[in-house]
């Protein structure tokens, strides 16, 4: 399928998404949603893509927010359609079976840092800006940020970006916990690389089960969330995989996990 504000590619078995409106700084708008939601579920099914980065093109920008004159023209109804449209693509992305990785390539700014937040992990340039300005609009985040934010920093942490709207350094983004790692910006793109193919290597379906467990464990309560691991290890115990994993290990040799 072809897009008119989203790039795809496909590299040994790497899938790419980056969002290309480089003279808008990636912000997003309706039809880049919809395209982004494409191309997630466009790398969804099968085994040829293993893992995604989810990246802006350009050196200036992630995302650098939403697209303000779409902003401008919502009213209450339409305004809660635009916002239910953008947490179909962050919930799409949160629960991805597969591993997606935010490459933070420069500002990722309101739906920029929510999508960055959605993703399950957060690598970014030293030059990358975070943050959630929404208030400074007369708005609040839509796109899962009051949410997210929240369960990934804490609640006074995120009452201080969200409520200051203030902008942050990659370096404290880095300290709160908001991103996983922190790179040069010449860096970045093989840096997520590699640690995408080390997660790779790993069994497929095993990648699956952690994800769903984490991320569902963390609405449940503790003894909730032990039982649905639980049952999650005991689905592992039953692939092709855990057998072929366990076997390897035994017999000192190379592992060759199938998804199965």
Same mark, same amino acid.
């Given at each position: 399928?072809?897009?008119?504000?989203?790039?795809?590619?496909?590299?040994?078995?790497?899938?790419?998404?980056?969002?290309?409106?480089?003279?808008?700084?990636?912000?997003?708008?309706?039809?880049?949603?919809?395209?982004?939601?494409?191309?997630?579920?466009?790398?969804?099914?099968?085994?040829?893509?293993?893992?995604?980065?989810?990246?802006?093109?350009?050196?200036?920008?992630?995302?650098?927010?939403?697209?303000?004159?779409?902003?401008?023209?919502?009213?209450?109804?339409?305004?809660?359609?635009?916002?239910?449209?953008?947490?179909?693509?962050?919930?799409?992305?949160?629960?991805?079976?597969?591993?997606?990785?935010?490459?933070?390539?420069?500002?990722?700014? $309101?739906?920029?840092? *929510? %999508?960055? #937040? @959605?993703?399950?992990?957060?690598? &970014?340039? =030293?030059?990358?800006?975070? !943050?959630?300005?929404?208030?400074?609009?007369?708005?609040?985040?839509?796109?899962?940020?009051?949410?997210?934010?929240?369960?990934?920093?804490?609640? $006074?942490?995120?009452? *201080? %970006?969200? #409520? @200051?709207?203030?902008?942050?350094? &990659?370096? =404290?983004?880095?300290?709160? !916990?908001?991103?996983?790692?922190?790179?040069?910006?010449?860096?970045?793109?093989?840096?997520?690389?590699?640690?995408?193919?080390?997660?790779?290597?790993?069994?497929?379906?095993? %990648?699956?089960? @952690?994800?769903?467990?984490?991320?569902?464990?963390?609405?449940?309560?503790?003894?909730?969330?032990?039982?649905?691991?639980?049952?999650?290890?005991?689905?592992?115990?039953?692939?092709?995989?855990?057998?072929?994993?366990?076997?390897?290990?035994?017999?000192?040799?190379?592992?060759?996990?199938?998804?199965?």
């Amino acid at each position: 399928m072809e897009y008119k504000n989203v790039l795809t590619k496909k590299e040994d078995g790497l899938g790419w998404i980056i969002i290309n409106r480089p003279d808008r700084l990636n912000a997003l708008n309706a039809e880049t949603i919809k395209e982004l939601y494409q191309a997630f579920l466009s790398f969804e099914g099968g085994s040829e893509v293993k893992a995604v980065i989810l990246t802006g093109s350009g050196e200036k920008a992630f995302v650098a927010g939403a697209d303000i004159g779409e902003l401008s023209r919502l009213d209450m109804s339409t305004g809660e359609k635009y916002v239910l449209e953008g947490q179909k693509l962050t919930i799409l992305i949160e629960n991805f079976k597969k591993p997606v990785i935010a490459a933070v390539n420069g500002y990722a700014l $309101g739906g920029g840092t *929510e %999508l960055a #937040l @959605s993703c399950h992990i957060r690598i &970014a340039s =030293e030059k990358a800006k975070m !943050g959630q300005p929404e208030v400074k609009l007369g708005l609040i985040p839509g796109f899962g940020g009051t949410q997210r934010l929240a369960r990934l920093v804490g609640k $006074g942490k995120a009452l *201080e %970006l969200i #409520l @200051s709207g203030k902008m942050i350094d &990659a370096q =404290e983004a880095l300290t709160i !916990g908001l991103l996983n790692r922190v790179v040069p910006p010449e860096e970045l793109s093989s840096t997520c690389e590699a640690f995408a193919r080390e997660i790779m290597a790993n069994a497929p379906l095993a %990648l699956e089960y @952690s994800i769903e467990a984490i991320n569902k464990g963390l609405d449940q309560t503790l003894e909730e969330g032990l039982r649905l691991e639980a049952k999650l290890f005991g689905k592992a115990c039953a692939t092709e995989d855990s057998k072929e994993g366990t076997q390897a290990f035994l017999e000192k040799r190379k592992v060759n996990f199938r998804g199965k």
